[in-house]
């Protein structure tokens, strides 16, 4: 069974102080890894695919890693419009044997303040 | 381009009841799915479609009956509805190739009373 762990639950930073977000995962057959982006009473936003280890995605002040066991997520000065819930998930073969399956972990959510 | 377009965005109900949350995409895309979020539970797949005519379940389908007719749509029927069901669901699309990730609607709340 495929599994993704994200952490911390919760971050609080100030702004422009820089951390990471990790998302670690267990998957057969791994086909892709997002990232995403949520604010209250909203759907998730797409930000990053990262598909193979050593692959790296920016955009602004997010930049994505990925490794063969885990994914990073680098806020790098962050501002308070960054605060939101951000979601790591796993894309992997369904039953059907096609890249079918998404497997979301449970998010961190991340507050910046002034 | 509306893209993924859920219906209702909220909607009560009482335990027994029946209904059906509708999800339509206008992005020709093969791949549509259905997720709850619940706090502390985060998204949780519970049926997806790799196309017409072919639905699979995901990790929490007990309840649920999907069917995928056509490309555009893919309808969630809740079959007798328990207060367990209180979530927010989410319906998303993507390619199957999948490199722009899962575009979402906003969501449809439903509480079961």
């Known amino acids: 069974e495929d599994q993704v762990t994200q952490s911390p639950e919760a971050l609080r930073l100030q702004e422009g102080e820089s951390s990471s977000l990790n998302c670690s995962y267990t998957?057969?057959?791994?086909?892709?890894l997002f990232w995403y982006r949520q604010d209250p009473g909203k759907g998730p936003e797409f930000l990053f695919t990262?598909?193979?280890a050593g692959e790296e995605k920016e955009k602004e002040r997010l930049k994505a890693t990925l490794t063969k066991k885990e994914s990073f997520l680098h806020i790098t000065a962050p501002k308070p419009e960054d605060s939101a819930t951000y979601l790591c998930?796993?894309?992997?073969?369904?039953?059907?044997?096609?890249?079918?399956?998404?497997?979301f972990g449970t998010g961190t959510r991340l507050q910046v303040t002034l | 381009n509306a893209g993924v377009t859920q219906t209702p965005k909220f909607q009560v109900l009482k335990t027994g009841q029946s209904m059906t949350l509708q999800c339509a995409q206008d992005?020709?895309?093969?791949?549509m799915s259905w997720y709850r979020q619940d706090p502390g539970m985060g998204l949780r797949l519970i049926h997806y479609s790799v196309g017409a005519g072919i639905t699979d379940q995901g990790e929490v389908p007990n309840g649920y009956n999907v069917s995928r007719s056509t490309t555009e749509d893919f309808p969630l029927r809740l079959l007798s509805a328990a207060p367990s069901q209180t979530s927010v669901y989410f319906c998303?699309?993507?390619?199957?190739?999948?490199?722009?990730?899962?575009?979402f609607g906003e969501g449809s709340r439903l509480t079961v009373l």
């Open positions: 990262l598909y193979s």
């Open positions: 998930a796993v894309l992997s073969r369904g039953n059907t044997g096609t890249a079918s399956k998404l497997t």
């Open positions: 998303a699309s993507m390619s199957n190739w999948g490199a722009s990730g899962l575009f």
């Open positions: 992005m020709n895309h093969e791949y």
């Open positions: 998957v057969s057959g791994l086909r892709g």
